[in-house]
């Protein structure tokens, strides 16, 4: 691969910020020439350490360290800890509990207590990597309830429905009209028999009569 695709392999990461105007006034040089303004990778090398790196990076890194601007403030601790190695870098920092103090001092006040109050696996003030896996898992953690409530909090749970059972309402049974009962004539009183006269005066004459 030459310089050239090399360099143009490069600017294409410059999307952003000062990077991209860069990138960009290196194109306008080369579309007002007709040649590209940096031709070699070396040279490409010395012009962005001109442009980017500042004078005394170890100087700015250890000023920037002993203030406040470095803080984790509202970022996650993963762009926190992005940021401080760097810083840590620059500034020639290597001593583990100097790194330990000053990656827990620029911590959420909040994530500090829970690594500091740990009741077993708490990380030594010797050991930053353990201070480091700490600080993430508990940001990690935190992170996962926040989009939990935020969930619950746009879906709040509806109360079940009561569903009322009404009885099903009684069949009726509609029978057909009776039919009459037939109307047996009643029987005629009986007739007294008068019986044949008799001659009440004379069985009374009967029975007076001596035998």
């Known amino acids: 691969m ?19 105007k860069w990138s960009e006034n290196v194109f306008c040089q080369e ?48 762009d926190y800890l992005d940021n401080f190695q760097t810083l840590v870098s620059d500034a020639g920092y290597t001593d583990p509990q100097t790194l330990v103090v000053k990656f827990r001092r620029g911590l959420k006040l909040g994530i500090q207590n829970q690594i500091a109050t740990m009741p077993y696996g708490r990380p030594t003030d010797t050991d930053p990597d353990a201070w480091y896996r700490a600080a ?47 109307v047996t004539p009643k029987p005629p009183p009986p007739t007294l028999s008068m019986g044949v006269p008799m001659d009440v005066d004379a069985t009374r004459k009967t029975r007076s009569l001596p035998p």
């Open 2 to 20: 030459t310089s050239r695709k090399k360099i143009l392999w490069a600017l294409t990461f410059f999307k952003d910020g000062r990077a991209a």
């Open 31 to 78: 579309a007002d020439t007709g040649i590209f303004p940096i031709p070699t990778w070396g040279d490409f090398e010395q012009q962005f350490r001109l442009h980017f790196f500042p004078v005394n990076a170890e100087v700015d890194a250890i000023n920037t360290l002993e203030g406040t601007s470095y803080h984790q403030g509202g970022r996650t601790v993963d």
């Open 136 to 182: 993430r898992r508990i940001d990690q953690v935190r992170l996962a309830n926040k989009v939990f409530q935020s969930m619950s909090r746009s879906t709040p749970s509806r109360p079940a429905k009561t569903v009322s059972v009404r009885p099903s309402p009684m069949s009726v049974v509609r029978l057909p009209p009776a039919s009459p009962l037939p």
